[in-house]
């Protein structure tokens, strides 16, 4: 199952396999290769779950692993190196990292989307946490902005209403709220966000 995809300093495409607990190289012709996490994270079934996954400022790939509560690093050459991440958050399993992007300060910044927070690790390995205001707001996707911080959806912020389908007369797609955070690990800023999806009835907590 692939999932997340970036273009790697290689001039190959590098992508996440949810399921396969792989991460795979694809080069311009269509070439795949693929490589296999170290571990599968103590779940035979679902694995490490790599997610989101970035060029690095290295020269490396990053990716999240969100069920193994690790950040990973791939050279080129397919060589892979994964962080322990510093906290557990829920079900004593971990925090739930899936999304990543390289920031302008040549750090990776990624969500944990179980422990509510925007984590950062550097090219050496070395984590910083910062906890998100909202409780349970679910952070995702990010990425580096041109402002030079690096903004994040909140899937789950101020409640957001999830139904089944569209609501007559709205765009479709579900609401989701933008916030950012500065470099210096400031408490994040929220915004008013596109409307992506227009749902109701279903309270995801």
């Known amino acids: 199952m692939p999932l997340g995809i970036a273009a790697g300093p290689d ?4 992508f996440t396999e949810e399921l396969g607990n792989q991460i795979g190289r694809i080069t311009p012709a269509g070439k795949i290769t693929e490589f296999t996490l170290p571990t599968n994270c103590g779940d035979s079934t679902f694995g490490c779950q790599p997610f ?3 060029a690095g400022p290295d020269g490396n790939l990053w990716f999240a692993e969100l069920n193994g509560n690790r950040i990973g ?9 994964e962080f322990h991440l510093i906290a557990i958050c829920v079900f004593s399993v971990g925090c739930g990292p899936d999304g ?3 920031g302008s300060d040549g750090n990776l910044w990624f969500t944990e989307f179980d ?7 550097t090219p050496s390995g070395s984590f ?3 906890g998100i205001p909202t409780a349970k707001s679910r952070p995702e996707g990010i990425t580096a902005g041109p402002d ?16 089944l389908r569209s609501c007559p007369g709205r765009a479709a797609g579900w609401k989701q709220l933008l916030a950012r ?9 929220h915004h008013p966000g596109a409307t992506r999806r227009t749902r109701s009835h279903d309270n995801y907590e």
Not at 73 to 81: D, H, L
């Open 11 to 14: 001039g190959n495409l590098w």
């Open 73 to 81: 690093r791939i050279t080129p050459a397919g060589v892979i190196t």
């Open 181 to 189: 955070i500065s470099w210096h690990g400031k408490q994040p800023t």
């Open 100 to 102: 990543i992007t390289a």
């Open 128 to 130: 910083s946490t910062f």
């Open 148 to 163: 030079g911080n690096v903004w994040f959806v909140e899937e789950n912020a101020s409640k957001i209403l999830l139904a």
């Open 115 to 121: 422990g509510n927070a925007i984590g950062r690790i």
């Open 52 to 54: 989101g996954i970035t």
